[in-house]
């Protein structure tokens, strides 16, 4: 099973809609989650980080974690064609240090 | 200002060589990371350095070899370079080894090998 799981679309919105995305990571003692957008030929560039259970919102965008379930989601709310990029999940592993672990992102298609 | 940033940005090279990638921060992190991105987008983490020193090196062939002169510089040498080393190779830093706010990345080099 890999580490962090996201479906790698494209998903397809309309201009205006809510984006969903979705990811889910196995090791049940990580703490730290993060979302980054990269546009194609571009750096990952960080959107949001979530710690606890329940929602963070931040503009647009609000993240949503579930420790129980092992479950991450972003929700980009009145989507635009400049939020078409994909979307990649990570979160940090411990051990003997901590490093962060990428899902194979998801890529997203706002439709104008 | 860049504050991650890596040189050069495309780099076309035979089997065979021989080449080296360059990352400086001036974001006064502690820890350093080179990632590899493959043709299928999965970033993969190779190297990480903390303070000049080497705390995780990920099961990456021995043709690959990091460098820290200083925290806020990060190298990565390649010897003998393969067909499949072809891919993006990022540079990226975080204040502490808890990356508790994540990663900042630089913006990457493009490496071909022909």
């Known amino acids: 099973q890999k580490e962090v799981e996201q479906n790698s679309g494209p998903l397809s919105v309309p201009e205006g809609a809510i984006a969903s995305l979705n990811c889910t990571y196995s090791?049940?003692?990580?703490?730290?989650f993060f979302w980054y957008r990269q546009y194609s030929g571009k750096s990952p560039e960080l959107i949001m980080f979530i710690y606890s259970n329940g929602d963070k919102e931040d503009g647009r965008f609000t993240a949503q974690l579930n420790k129980a379930s092992q479950y991450v989601s972003l929700l980009i709310r009145d989507s635009q064609p400049s939020d078409s990029a994909t979307y990649l999940c990570a979160v940090i592993v411990g051990g003997a240090t901590n490093k962060l672990i990428f899902g194979t992102g998801t890529l997203l298609a706002v439709q104008p | 200002d860049t504050a991650v940033s890596q040189t050069p940005k495309y780099l076309v090279t035979q089997m065979g060589n021989d080449k080296s990638i360059k990352c400086e921060q001036n974001?006064?992190?502690?820890?350093m990371y080179w990632y590899k991105q493959d043709s299928k987008k999965f970033l993969k983490i190779m190297f990480s350095y903390n303070n000049k020193e080497l705390i995780i090196n990920e099961t990456v062939p021995n043709r690959f070899s990091p460098k820290s002169p200083d925290k806020a510089h990060l190298n990565l040498h390649i010897n003998s370079l393969e067909l499949g080393d072809s891919a993006v190779y990022f540079c990226?830093?975080?204040?502490?080894?808890?990356?508790?706010?994540?990663?900042?990345f630089g913006s990457g080099t493009r490496l071909t090998v022909v």
């Open positions: 090791d049940r003692g990580s703490q730290s």
């Open positions: 974001l006064g992190h502690d820890t």
């Open positions: 990226a830093s975080s204040q502490d080894q808890g990356a508790t706010y994540g990663y900042t």
